[in-house]
Antibody
């Protein structure tokens, strides 16, 4: 059974950094691409980033490019999202999700972790 | 900037058929955009209904179907039930590793 568990969320001041983790189990993590998607309170879903199965390729939406970094540790079955220079508008629930490849949409989702950026 | 468009809200009577659409502010959605559809209730993560335009995810009732209608991706619910009242999102692949979600459709069954 596919299991994705996000952690690392919390309250952080604007301009600071936070690293999210997504622990994966129940499938061969090193075979699949992984995405981060967020949802601001009361708003829709926003795709943020995807990393290839081996971590060699990463893509980002414009709003986080240069501030957020996606990475993975296939030896530990963990996906990361390093978030720097956080802004109030980055406040959201952050979901990790699995897909078969970069060109495949997210299919299996974690429960999400809440990040609140506030002074 | 590419915007993925969805109806803001739609109503359907119980047992009725409804089609939600997913388009682009510039151009058409085709199968090469790999559209997928998700259902989300408040406080829950998205549930994948349809991937790759028309493939139904495991456990999804067959009253949900995906297709391309004209220049848009479409999600059709045939025989809507009360539990289908939810928010629905599409996502499309724009190429170069970039995905974009639509703004979502709030479906009311009444």
């Amino acid at each position: 059974q596919v299991h994705l568990v996000e952690s690392g969320g919390g309250v952080v001041q604007p301009g600071r950094s936070l690293r999210l983790s997504c622990a994966a189990s129940g499938f061969i993590f090193s075979n699949d691409a992984m995405h981060w998607v967020r949802q601001a309170p009361g708003k829709g879903l926003e795709w943020l980033s995807v990393v290839s199965y081996d971590g060699s390729t990463q893509y980002y939406t414009d709003s986080v490019k240069g501030r957020f970094t996606i990475s993975r540790d296939n030896s530990k079955n963990i996906l990361y999202l390093q978030m720097d220079s956080l802004r109030v508008e980055d406040t959201a629930v952050y979901f990790c999700a699995r897909s078969l490849e970069v060109v495949a949409a997210p299919r299996y989702w974690g429960q999400g972790t809440l990040v609140t950026v506030s002074s | 900037q590419t915007v993925v468009t969805q109806e803001a809200s739609i109503s359907v009577p119980p047992g009725g058929t409804v089609t939600l659409t997913c388009g682009l502010n510039s151009g058409s959605v085709s199968t090469s955009f790999n559209p997928s559809w998700y259902q989300q209730t408040p406080g829950q993560p998205p549930r994948t209904l349809i991937h790759g335009t028309s493939s139904r995810s495991s456990g999804v009732p067959d009253r949900f179907s995906g297709s391309i209608l004209g220049n848009k991706a479409a999600l059709t619910i045939t025989g809507a039930q009360a539990e289908d009242e939810s928010h629905y999102y599409c996502v499309v692949y724009l190429g170069s590793g970039i995905w974009v979600f639509g703004g979502g459709t709030k479906l009311t069954v009444l």
